[in-house]
């Protein structure tokens, strides 16, 4: 089985790896790259728990191809902080204690950063409906949302600045 080249951005850095055809992005980020903090929770693009940002869209990882990465913008949970500047949403998160197991937790912040990036001011409903597709066993999602709006509310104060 031949393997492809592909040449993209990963967290803004360039990025070349090999992957066979029909190795998930999910695979190539996680085997191939090292980058282990987006998680394999269902296979089928219905938990979240793989979300990645492609060219600023939130995408399941599962369901991309490695050779579908080509040319493109990706973020992974490993590129939202900036050094060891956690990104607002991150922090919001410990300080809502908004993750329990943790498992979920990089899709929902992947998500809520891309939400925040297209719309900086949603309102708790917009919130809700662009966190449907992650699931979370163990929050019940209350601490979730209130983590998002408040860093919603920060990353606007520091706009302003």
């Known amino acids: ?3 492809h080249h592909v040449t993209t951005t990963i967290n803004g850095e360039p990025t070349e790896y090999l992957c066979e055809g029909q190795q998930t992005m999910l695979d190539v980020l996680r085997d191939e790259l090292g980058l282990t903090g987006s998680k394999e929770g269902c296979s089928s693009g219905d938990c979240g728990a793989c979300t990645i940002i ?12 490695g050779v579908e990465a080509e ?20 922090q919001k998160f410990l300080e809502h204690a908004a993750l329990q197991c943790g498992f979920c937790t990089p899709g ?11 719309n900086p ?16 066993r163990c929050t019940g999602y209350d601490k979730i949302l209130r983590a998002v709006m ?10 302003r600045r």
């Open 71 to 90: 040319g493109r913008k990706i973020t992974t949970i490993e590129g939202v902080a900036e050094g060891d500047k956690l990104h607002p949403v991150q």
């Open 1 to 3: 089985m031949s393997k």
């Open 108 to 118: 929902f912040i992947v998500a809520a950063k891309a939400l925040l990036d297209q």
């Open 54 to 65: 492609v060219d600023g869209d939130i995408v399941c990882s599962c369901l991309m191809l």
């Open 121 to 136: 001011n949603p309102t708790e409903e917009e919130a809700r409906y662009w966190l449907a597709g992650n699931l979370c």
């Open 150 to 159: 408040d860093a919603a509310e920060v990353m606007r104060a520091e706009a």
